[in-house]
Structures are given as structure tokens and as C-alpha cells.
């Protein structure tokens, strides 16, 4: 049995669902009454103290899951080095949403190329939370590497599978197996386009084929708020397909939560 999150980065409602939302939910009280996890991105641009990420975590129901995004000052302007203080202060703000934070999200830049002592000292030092895998989205082709790979999983670290692939292999995850974690940014136009149902279709069988015992599916075509009908989509695609899973079941009100054998 595995678990399947899907979800998208970020909860901002596509304006034909606003309409839909009680005048009393947020933003991401309505989206957790659809989706069973999400991505905080804006973690990446800026800080947020630790009791909002509270107040999110409170917001949703028991089962739901939350992914955070590394900040840039981390993993784009000091590139893995020299950021202990910036570590802490993260991961000292995440706390808040514990116990249902599931992943941490690290995506480097296309100038990071890998390097094994530097990957190996920065993840070594990286705090470890319960319950909480560390994801990596890198974008150099010398990731997709066996040596870069086998780094990764000494270290524990599950390498993202993003579409559209960067490199030979981009598209498929590595490094620690024991979670699968899929970013799709939109096709053929990153971040705008909605996935054709073929496209979804290939996407759903990828995930049918690994062997992770969690794996995440997020969908990151926001801009023109693709990503809410394709993870539905996916989601109904998986379901279909007869995959033996158990994920969150979404409460049909309030916070309450039940567990059932089909991908919700």
C-alpha cells in the first residue's frame, strides 16, 4: 500500500471557484476541502513567522499534509554554503506546522552544478524533522547523475521528478527511494499550460510505476490556475486506473477526517 498526496503549489482559488467558498473560509480552508496536501512556495521569497504557519496548519483538517520550499537564501544566494543561521531560522519557523509538514522542498538553481562534498556537508548539517522527508529539485544536468544519485541517498534525499525534464532521467525521481516526489510546471508552456489528457495520462502511469511507500504529485501551472483541474483530473485518472492506495479522504465539512483505499 502507498500513499498518494496530490495537490498544487500554493491554495490561491481560481476566481470561477471563489464564488463557491463560504463567506467565512479562507483560501485555504476551501482548498483543503478538495486536495489532501499542498506547497508552500512563498516560504521561498520571504519569511514567515512560526505563527503563521500555525494558523495554516490549523486551518485544515487532521490528515491534510503540507510541503514548505526552502528560502532562495539558501539554495540560490548562498548555494548550500555558509547558511547555517538561515537553516535554523527556517526550520525554527516550520516548526509550526508540525505534526503535519511532510516535506521539505530545496529547488537550486540551473548554475548549481553538483558537487559531492558540498552536497554531503550541507545535507549532513540539515536538521531532520519527524514524520518529514527532504526533497531536492535540481536543475543542472550534473544531478542526473549515478554518482549524484548515490549521494543523495546516502544522504537521504529523495531528488524531485519534475516535467518538463531538464536532463535525461529529470523526469523520473532518484536519490532516496522511500518517497516519490513529482513537480509538473505545465506543458508545452511552463507554469500557464493545463496537461492534455494524454499528457495526464502518461504522467498517471509514471506514478503507478514506482515504488515509493509515499509520493507526492504536485502541480505547479498556476499562473492561469491550470493546476486545480489537472490535479482533480489526476486524481480521477488514478482512481480509475484501480491503484491500490491509501491517501487522506477530503472532509466533506468541518475538520473531520476518515481513511479509505482509493486515491482521493
Known amino acids: 500500500m502507498i500513499r498518494i498526496n496530490i495537490g498544487i503549489a500554493g491554495w490561491s482559488n481560481p476566481p470561477a471557484r471563489r464564488t463557491q467558498r463560504d463567506a467565512a473560509q479562507s483560501h485555504l480552508m476551501y482548498y483543503a476541502e478538495h486536495f489532501s496536501c499542498v506547497e508552500i512556495n512563498s516560504s521561498f521569497y520571504r519569511s514567515h513567522g512560526i505563527a503563521t504557519y500555525e494558523r495554516w496548519r490549523d486551518a485544515t483538517h487532521r490528515q491534510f499534509k503540507f510541503s514548505v520550499k526552502m528560502p532562495r537564501a539558501i539554495t540560490h544566494e548562498s548555494g548550500l554554503r555558509g547558511a547555517a543561521r ?48 527532504v526533497v531536492c529539485e535540481p536543475r543542472h544536468p550534473s544531478w542526473f547523475s549515478p554518482a549524484a544519485d548515490a549521494e543523495l541517498c546516502r544522504s537521504e534525499v529523495s531528488r524531485v521528478a519534475a516535467d518538463p525534464p531538464r536532463a535525461d532521467n529529470a523526469s523520473l525521481p ?35 510505476k514506482v515504488a515509493a511507500s509515499e509520493v507526492w504529485c ?39 477526517t476518515t481513511r479509505h483505499r482509493v486515491c482521493r
Open 174 to 208: 532518484g536519490g532516496d527511494g522511500r518517497t516519490a516526489y513529482f513537480r509538473w510546471h505545465g506543458s508545452p508552456h511552463m507554469y500557464r499550460s493545463s496537461y492534455s489528457d494524454a499528457k495526464l495520462s502518461l504522467l498517471a502511469a509514471t506514478v503507478q
Open 86 to 133: 538561515e537553516v535554523a531560522r527556517f526550520y525554527n519557523e516550520i516548526e509550526g506546522l508540525q505534526p503535519k509538514l511532510g516535506a521539505v522542498l530545496l529547488q537550486l538553481p540551473s548554475s548549481c552544478e553538483f558537487n559531492a562534498r558540498v552536497v554531503r556537508a550541507f545535507f549532513k548539517a540539515l536538521p531532520r524533522l519527524p514524520a518529514t522527508e
Open 218 to 256: 504536485v502541480f505547479d501551472n498556476t499562473a492561469r490556475y491550470a493546476a486545480w483541474d489537472d490535479a482533480l483530473r489526476l486524481r480521477g485518472a488514478l482512481k480509475c486506473s484501480g491503484i491500490r492506495a491509501t491517501c487522506a479522504r477530503i472532509p466533506a465539512s468541518g475538520l473531520r
